[in-house]
């Protein structure tokens, strides 16, 4: 499969991307047993519905500069590399690489606060797409992908909470 480079953006890109989806939910799970939820490879399908695969490309410990592959619905696969690992607080990557030349520059950013019920996650997805038709595509379809990553967040609680009954 033919890979496109991304650009290697850097964690200022969160706050800077000219497309931003921020959703949060509160888990009643610790922020320990969501970042194991995180670090299985297995999970994201359960939650993320769109993602059908997920690979780890780099041996534990996982830190910054970890890598991991994610194949998702449409053929789109992702070559991604963490930009922060902090346990139990802050994880962030951005794609390398994309199977589609439609994305420009791509990131996600996972914030975690410890709550007497749990946790609270506020996840942020940044992008850039690249071309006409992608960014158009973008414009229109923000309100429908806003509602499908806060969507994520809710089967990420009911997901959570099966596995941790």
């Given at each position: 499969m033919a890979m496109h480079p991304c650009e290697r953006v850097g964690l200022d890109f969160i706050d800077t991307a000219p497309f931003r989806f921020v959703s949060t939910v509160d888990l009643a799970i610790t922020p320990e047993q969501l970042f194991e939820v995180l670090a299985d490879a297995e999970s994201w399908p359960h939650w993320a519905t769109v993602i059908t695969e997920?690979?780890?490309?780099?041996?534990e410990p996982r830190d910054i500069g970890t890598t991991r592959t994610v194949k998702m619905r449409g053929g789109i696969v992702g070559d991604e590399e963490f930009l922060a690992w902090k346990p139990y607080s802050h994880m962030a990557f951005r794609f390398n690489e994309?199977?589609?030349?439609s994305?420009?520059?791509f990131a996600e950013d996972?914030?975690?606060?410890?709550?007497p019920a749990g946790c609270h996650l506020t996840w942020v997805m940044a992008m850039k797409p690249k071309g006409l038709a992608a960014r158009m595509g973008m414009s229109l379809g923000r309100p429908v992908m806003?509602?499908?990553?806060?969507k994520f967040l809710y089967n990420l609680r009911d997901y959570s909470n099966r596995r941790f009954a």
């Amino acid at each position: 499969m033919a890979m496109h480079p991304c650009e290697r953006v850097g964690l200022d890109f969160i706050d800077t991307a000219p497309f931003r989806f921020v959703s949060t939910v509160d888990l009643a799970i610790t922020p320990e047993q969501l970042f194991e939820v995180l670090a299985d490879a297995e999970s994201w399908p359960h939650w993320a519905t769109v993602i059908t695969e997920v690979t780890w490309t780099s041996p534990e410990p996982r830190d910054i500069g970890t890598t991991r592959t994610v194949k998702m619905r449409g053929g789109i696969v992702g070559d991604e590399e963490f930009l922060a690992w902090k346990p139990y607080s802050h994880m962030a990557f951005r794609f390398n690489e994309a199977s589609t030349g439609s994305i420009a520059a791509f990131a996600e950013d996972y914030r975690v606060v410890r709550t007497p019920a749990g946790c609270h996650l506020t996840w942020v997805m940044a992008m850039k797409p690249k071309g006409l038709a992608a960014r158009m595509g973008m414009s229109l379809g923000r309100p429908v992908m806003g509602w499908m990553f806060q969507k994520f967040l809710y089967n990420l609680r009911d997901y959570s909470n099966r596995r941790f009954a």
